[in-house]
């Protein structure tokens, strides 16, 4: 299992049942602890929907009480091929 966070404005950018682009980092111990990714993402309310877990924090970084669970459907690269 792993565990993800988001920053959102409100709890409703978290639109159930749509395929949404989330910028999200991981919350897993270890050297990429904290990293960010882009990815494309399913969430629910419903904790055991999808296997990960997800933590939000609102604007100023306050932490919500309200839990979601998240499948990564896929991680989106922001830089160009070219580049990579």
Request: aromatic residues 8%; positive net charge; glycine residues 6%.
């Amino acid at each position: 299992m792993n565990q993800w966070e988001v920053f959102v404005n409100d709890l409703g950018e978290l639109s159930e049942g749509k395929d949404l682009e989330l910028t999200v980092r991981t919350l897993n111990p270890g050297m990429h602890m904290y990293t960010y990714k882009r990815v494309k993402c399913k969430v629910s309310s419903e904790l055991e929907q999808f296997e990960d877990r997800l933590q939000v924090r609102l604007g100023r970084g306050q932490l919500s009480d309200k839990k979601f669970s998240i499948r990564v459907v896929e991680e989106i690269q922001r830089m160009p091929q070219k580049y990579l």
